[in-house]
C-alpha cells in the first residue's frame, strides 16, 4: 500500500516537473532569438542542430553560439543557483527572510572579486587565487560573521540576523566601493558589473557555473532536514556546516560571473514551497527550474527595455524583489503578533 501510494506521489510530481523543464527549454528558446535582431524559434532550432553536428556555419550561427546562447544559458545557471542557495538558507536557519543577498553574503563575495580585479595585476598570488576562489572566500567569512553577531546563545533570532546581515552587507559594500575610487581606470566597469550584468557571459563562465550547480542541487536535494542527518549518522552542526559552505559556494561562483544581483534566494523558493510543499528532494528541482526561468526572463527585459542600451540586471530583480521582501515581512509580524 505504502510502495503504491509512493509511486502514484512521485508520478503526480514528475508531471508539474516535465511541464516546467519543457517551459524553460521553451523560454530559453524565445530568450536567444529575441535581440537587436530577432531570429524566429525555427531558426534558433536549426543554428543549436548546426553548432551541435558541425554541419554547417551561418550568421545565425554565429549570433546564437558565441553571443546569445553563453549568456542565456549562464542567466540560467546563475538564476538556479542563487535560488536554490536562498531555499537552503531559509531552511538552515528556520527563517523566511533568509536570502544570500540580505545575509551578506554577496556582498562578501563582490568585495573578495573586487579586490582581485584591481589588484591582480599587481599581486600575482591574487592572480593564482582568481576571482571565483577570492569570491567564495569572502563570501563565506562574510556569512560567518553575520552568524557570529547574531547568535544569542543556541538560537538566531530573525530580527537580529536581518540586521547583521544589513550591517555587515552595508561594511563591505563600503569596503567594496574603496577600492574601486582606490582604481580610478578599473571603477566604472567593476560598478557596471556589481550592479549585475551577463553582458560579458561566455563558454568559460558557463562552465565555471554548471559544476557549482550541480553540486549545491545534489547536497540540498540529498537532505530533508536536520532529523534525516541524525538518521543517517551525520552531525548535526557538521551537517549544517555543510549546506552553509555549498549554498556560500553557489552564491560566490555566481556573484564571481554575473555581480551582485538580488532576491531571487528570497522569491522563488517562497513561491515554489507555496505550490509544492517544503519536501527538499522535491522542491529543489522545481525552485532551480523557476529560478533559471526568472533570470532569464529578468536579464531578457534588461537587455530590451531601453535598447540599444542595456540595464543592470541587479535593477529588475530589486523592483520585483523589494515589494515581495516587504510583504513577506510584513506577513511573518502578523504571524508574530
Known amino acids: 500500500m505504502q510502495q503504491t501510494f509512493s509511486k502514484s506521489s512521485r508520478s503526480v510530481f514528475l508531471s508539474p516537473l516535465l511541464v516546467s523543464g519543457l517551459l524553460l527549454v521553451v523560454v530559453t528558446i524565445l530568450a536567444v532569438g529575441i535581440g537587436s535582431e530577432t531570429i524566429l524559434p525555427t531558426r534558433v532550432l536549426t543554428a543549436l542542430f548546426h553548432g551541435i553536428t558541425g554541419v554547417s556555419s551561418t550568421s545565425d550561427d554565429t549570433i546564437i553560439w558565441q553571443m546569445r546562447l553563453p549568456r542565456v544559458l549562464l542567466a540560467a545557471l546563475v538564476g538556479a543557483a ?18 544570500p543577498y540580505l545575509l551578506g553574503v554577496a556582498s562578501g563575495a563582490g568585495l573578495g572579486a573586487t579586490v582581485v580585479m584591481v589588484f591582480a595585476s599587481t599581486v ?17 567569512l562574510s556569512v560567518l560573521c553575520v552568524l557570529l553577531l547574531a547568535r544569542q546563545g543556541r538560537t538566531v533570532p530573525l530580527v ?25 581606470t578599473a571603477g566604472l566597469s567593476i560598478l557596471s558589473w556589481l550592479l549585475g550584468s551577463f553582458t560579458f557571459a561566455s563558454w568559460t563562465k558557463v562552465f565555471i557555473m554548471l559544476p557549482t550547480l550541480l553540486v549545491v542541487l545534489l547536497v540540498v536535494s540529498g537532505s530533508s532536514g536536520e532529523e534525516q542527518a541524525a538518521q543517517l ?16 559556494l553557489a552564491t560566490s561562483i555566481a556573484v564571481s560571473v554575473s555581480g551582485i544581483i538580488g532576491f531571487v534566494g ?34 531578457l527585459l534588461a537587455r530590451t527595455l531601453i535598447a540599444p542600451s542595456q540595464l543592470p540586471i541587479g ?17 511573518h509580524q502578523r504571524e508574530v503578533l
Open 315 to 331: 535593477i529588475i530583480t530589486a523592483l520585483v524583489g523589494g515589494p515581495f521582501f516587504l510583504y513577506l515581512l510584513r506577513r
Open 266 to 299: 528570497l522569491i522563488i523558493p517562497h513561491a515554489v514551497r507555496l505550490a509544492i510543499g517544503a519536501d527538499y528532494r522535491r522542491l529543489t528541482p522545481m525552485v532551480a527550474i523557476f529560478g533559471a526561468m526568472f533570470l532569464v526572463l529578468a536579464d
Open 160 to 184: 537580529t540576523l536581518i540586521l547583521a546581515g544589513v550591517v555587515v552587507g552595508s561594511v563591505l559594500t563600503a569596503a567594496t566601493s574603496f577600492v574601486m575610487l582606490y582604481s580610478r
Open 233 to 248: 549518522g551525520l552531525r548535526v552542526e557538521t551537517f549544517k556546516l555543510l549546506l552553509i559552505i555549498v549554498a556560500t
Open 124 to 140: 600575482p598570488l591574487l592572480m593564482t587565487l582568481g576571482v571565483p576562489l577570492a569570491a567564495f572566500v569572502s563570501g563565506l
Open 82 to 99: 542563487l535560488a536554490v542557495s536562498g531555499m537552503a538558507f531559509q531552511g538552515l536557519f528556520r527563517n523566511p527572510l533568509a536570502d
